[in-house]
């Protein structure tokens, strides 16, 4: 069965660091990353690796960082210099490869979801 499990999290200060986790059991992918829903809002892209390229959003570039783990079926996103407005459940997402940049920010593109983690960031 294919699962996405994610781990970190939690609650934090602006100007500080945490670190998310994400492993996928029953087999690897070429593109793993991660998308959040803050309160009231639509769920939106955060980053991605796709076949060892990254991708960011504006929001985040420069103070969050996706690597990916060496068996390629983990995938962490380490956040930065966090603001209250990267409050937000954290989703970890999964899927084949994709040819056209364009598509990861879809939601679509992924096939496999994590049941999402919390991440809440005081003032």
């Known amino acids: 069965q294919l699962q996405l499990v994610e781990s970190g999290g939690g609650l934090g200060q602006a100007g500080g660091s945490l670190r998310l986790s994400c492993a996928a059991s029953g087999r690897t992918f070429s593109t793993m990353g991660w998308f959040r829903q803050a309160p009231v809002k639509e769920r939106g892209f955060v980053g991605v690796v796709n076949n060892g390229r990254v991708y960011y959003s504006d929001s985040v570039k420069g103070r969050f960082t996706i690597s990916r783990g060496g068996a390629l079926n983990t995938v962490h996103l380490q956040m930065n210099n966090l603001k209250p407005e990267d409050t937000a459940v954290y989703y970890c997402?999964?899927?084949?490869?994709?040819?056209?940049?364009?598509?990861?920010?879809?939601?679509?593109?992924?096939?496999?979801w994590g049941q999402g983690t919390q991440v809440t960031i005081s003032s």
């Open positions: 997402a999964a899927g084949p490869y994709q040819p056209l940049a364009s598509m990861l920010w879809r939601e679509t593109s992924y096939g496999v």
